[in-house]
């Protein structure tokens, strides 16, 4: 009897297991079938032979998202991985990875790491390819500052010639998180595998002025209003609709001050006591694409209580280490949850200048809020 009451309780106890484990399949289930909705894409549920997935394109790259366990002695723990490929292999051998101890082992026991003859990049990334000249070519100043700025926001990530790769510790169970990394690194494929229009230092089809402002508008939250045609004569408002749409609160004017501070003329500590001088502490109303939205409890720039940040790409400008700006735009905690999905967006925000990184084009800015 003790037997059968025994066996009773064990059976209880795991009819709950698996009850719970079924429970919490279907809520993740659900969650990537949400993704999958958002993006676009295609879900296809897990089953003996296979991990769920998730599949589809964005900006004309074929993403895929699934899970995969990693052993590790006797315990196995489970990844979720995301691929980015390209539309067309980049047909140079590439693959790119953070400098760690396991890529420092390897390079020191012959495998050759590419150096592309840049202080900041060289120590950070290794570079391996089937052309050398031509991957140094292909790695343009603008091109190696985006992949900084990938591996910083997904440690362990890997480029290589015909996909980005990522993965990320534990089976994924919120949308967002799953929606905005799809859209992120996407975004980012699309941005490498761009050509002259958006990095490379000679545009073969100009001849005398180069037009930098012409390729690439990133800065266009909204459309300029039509101007009336009043006078017979054309004009061309264009050309000034880039200072209308980022013009500041303070009367400063994005591409204004990353010439100012950017331009290849200029050394890098003149830069800093430049903006210290000129543009600390004023104020902005500025656009940019937004990149990456994240949550911190505590921030070695933003100092005080926790909060959220989001990364914006503002504007091309010319200089010795890249040409796209940056800003990173202190927020309220909550309001990181309404921003994630809009990752690629253009978002308008107003704030303070607090500080800026020269090298890395990036500035701080804080007491902001999205008009």
């Known amino acids: 009897m003790e037997v059968i009451f025994i066996l009773a309780i064990v059976s209880g106890i795991v009819a709950l297991i698996v009850k719970a484990v079924s429970g919490h399949n279907r809520l993740v289930a659900k969650a990537w079938q949400d993704a999958a909705t958002q993006l676009g894409m295609r879900f296809t549920p897990g089953s003996v032979m296979h991990t769920k997935s998730i599949q589809g394109r964005l900006y004309e790259n074929r993403v895929e998202v699934d899970t995969f366990k990693r052993s590790s002695g006797k315990s196995s723990k489970t ?63 603008s091109r190696r500052l985006r992949i900084l700025r990938l591996f910083q926001n997904f440690p362990g990530c890997e ?47 100009e001849v005398g002025e180069r037009r930098v402002s012409a390729p690439e508008p990133v800065l266009e939250p909204e459309p300029e209003p039509v101007v009336p045609k009043v006078e017979a004569e054309p004009i061309a408002p264009a050309v000034i609709a880039p200072a209308v749409v980022d013009a500041a609160s303070d009367g400063l004017d994005v591409t204004t001050v990353c010439n100012d501070l950017f331009a290849s003329s200029v050394m890098s500590f003149e830069a800093r006591r430049l903006f210290d001088e000129r543009y600390k502490d004023r104020s902005v109303r500025w656009s940019g694409e937004l990149q990456s939205v994240t949550s911190y409890q505590i921030d070695r720039v933003f100092k005080g209580a926790a909060g959220s940040k989001m990364a914006l790409d503002l504007t091309e400008v010319e200089g010795a280490f890249g040409r796209t700006a940056q800003a990173i735009v202190q927020l309220p905690q909550d309001a990181a949850e309404g921003l994630r999905a809009r990752v690629g967006e253009s978002i308008t925000f107003e704030g303070r200048l607090l500080n800026c990184d020269v090298l890395m084009r990036t500035f701080f800015i804080v007491d902001s809020k999205l008009p």
């Open 159 to 205: 480029i290589k010639d015909q996909v980005i790769e990522w993965s990320k510790q534990g089976n994924e169970k919120q949308v967002e998180p799953i929606v905005g990394t799809v859209r992120r690194l996407s975004f980012a494929a699309t941005r490498l595998r761009e050509s002259a229009e958006s990095g490379r230092e000679e545009p073969a089809a």
């Open 79 to 141: 990844y979720t991985r995301y691929r980015i490929y390209f539309p067309e292999p980049l047909g140079l051998g590439l693959h790119l990875k953070q400098q760690g101890f396991m890529t420092g082992v390897a390079t020191f026991f012959g495998s050759q790491d590419i150096e592309i003859g840049d202080p900041q990049f060289d120590p950070e990334v290794v570079v391996k390819g089937n052309y050398p000249e031509r991957v140094v070519e292909f790695l343009t100043p």
